[in-house]
């Protein structure tokens, strides 16, 4: 079978089903399910009632009744400022063809308050006091910040002006952004910053440690940031991970005009919105998902994740994944799995296929894009295009509550 087919390419949730299932026998659920149960419901405890919980970034697991055969776990990890709901047509795919699933928020996105919640990339005390001083006294400098309305649509001029301006108040700045394009193993990151990017990797470890008593081996699924979270968790734990699928990962920013505004501007706390337009965070969080990318494509991980199956899913439609960075990073993990036959699989959405960045649910798009759902594909033939059979319609009409059909909106449209 040639997994890269285009008849294939349509389908990569069952792309990822088929990844994860070649090769295996079932397990059997064991009493041993008791013990991950309770250590699951006991995080899904403390989120509900955490002062400073998120409505409606809840955790939550899928698993078997005890007895039933599983293929194993599947550990999914949503996109930065979403929510596992992200990703429920995926989970609940998976669960219906015969694996357990576990959906945890990555690094507190459970929480409100980001900027003291979630990961952050800050300077140094030391370093940022005084650069601080000099941004916020410069009324050029306030000016063109204000003339940036969401760092999104920073441009090319914009940036450049603020470049000049930064560097002239600061000449330390030129080292202090090349620190962090070194990435977080250097001494130079270390003499400039203070930074908790790692904790996209510790808490990840955490949700594993609760499924490790569950029978069968265990999966990475994520998408953008959490792309880069399950090649994370693969590459610190090359003993627990069997495979990872990852929808477009972001191991780098698409928009390199957008990611050097972040950094100049850093010091500064400049608050940006994302997909959920009630939440602000500073752009200390780009910075850290920014941190985090560079830590996963260290040579020391890509030795480890070079003999561990992967499977990368890319869309030409993508706004905010780097495509060749992913490109080339399948590329360096065929490389050096050399004779030893790990397969690393890619495969592409062409542009006419109208897929966005949230490949595995389309309709996600309605969400975070101004897209005419008119020309995005039915999640029903992008959840199953290969066989009809295995996607029973449960998944496609469960929780509509949360999620009106694709139909539905559609038809809102055309009114």
């Not at 600061?170 to 790692?198: C, T, W």
Request: proline share 7%; charged share 20%.
């Amino acid at each position: 079978m040639n997994l890269l087919s285009p008849s294939l390419v349509i389908s990569t949730p069952a792309l990822a089903r088929n990844i994860c299932t070649s090769a295996l026998v079932f397990s059997q659920l064991i009493c041993s399910d008791v013990q991950s149960k309770t250590s699951l419901d006991n995080f899904l405890h403390s989120v509900q009632v955490h002062p400073e919980r998120r409505e409606g970034a809840y955790p939550y697991y899928l698993l078997h009744n005890a007895g039933d055969n599983v293929y194993g776990t599947v550990l999914i990890f949503h996109g930065l400022t979403s929510k596992p709901d992200q990703c429920w047509r995926l989970a609940q795919y998976l669960f219906d063809t015969g694996f357990n699933v576990y959906q945890p928020c990555i690094a507190a996105h459970y929480l409100i308050n980001p900027d003291k919640n979630w990961p952050q990339v800050d300077l140094k005390p030391q370093w940022k006091q005084p650069i601080r001083e000099k941004f916020l006294a410069d009324p050029v400098l306030s000016q063109a910040l204000n003339a940036v309305d969401t760092v999104n649509n920073v441009t090319q001029e914009q940036l450049n002006f603020v470049m000049q301006r930064v560097n002239e108040l600061s000449p330390d700045m030129a080292d202090i952004i090349s620190a962090i394009n070194v990435g977080d193993y250097s001494e130079k990151f270390q003499r400039f910053y203070e930074s908790s990017h790692l904790r996209y990797l510790q808490e990840s470890e955490s949700r594993l440690e609760e499924v490790q008593s569950l029978p069968g081996p265990i999966f990475t699924i994520g998408l953008s940031v959490g792309g880069a979270v399950a090649l994370g968790l693969a590459a610190a734990h090359p003993d627990k991970i069997s495979k990872v699928v990852a929808y477009a990962p972001l191991l780098r920013e698409l928009n390199e005009v957008k990611r050097q505004f972040s950094l100049k501007a850093g010091p500064l706390d400049v608050k940006e919105t994302g997909w959920d337009p009630r939440l602000q965070f500073t752009l200390g969080c780009f910075a850290a998902t920014d941190v985090f990318k560079n830590h996963v494509n260290h040579d020391g991980n890509i030795d480890t994740l070079a003999h561990i199956p992967t499977f990368v899913a890319l869309t030409e439609n993508d706004d905010s994944a780097d495509i060749p960075t992913n490109q080339q990073f399948n590329a360096r993990l065929i490389a050096r799995a050399g004779r030893s036959g790990t397969p690393h699989l890619e495969s592409m959405y062409t542009s006419s296929e109208h897929v966005p960045h949230p490949i595995y649910d389309p309709i996600e798009a309605r969400h975070c894009y101004n897209v005419d759902l008119s020309l995005l594909p039915d999640p029903d033939i992008v959840i199953n295009k290969i066989n009809t059979k295995t996607c029973p319609q449960s998944l496609l009409t469960s929780r509509t509550q949360n999620y009106p059909s694709y139909k539905q909106e559609v038809k809102k449209k055309e009114q």
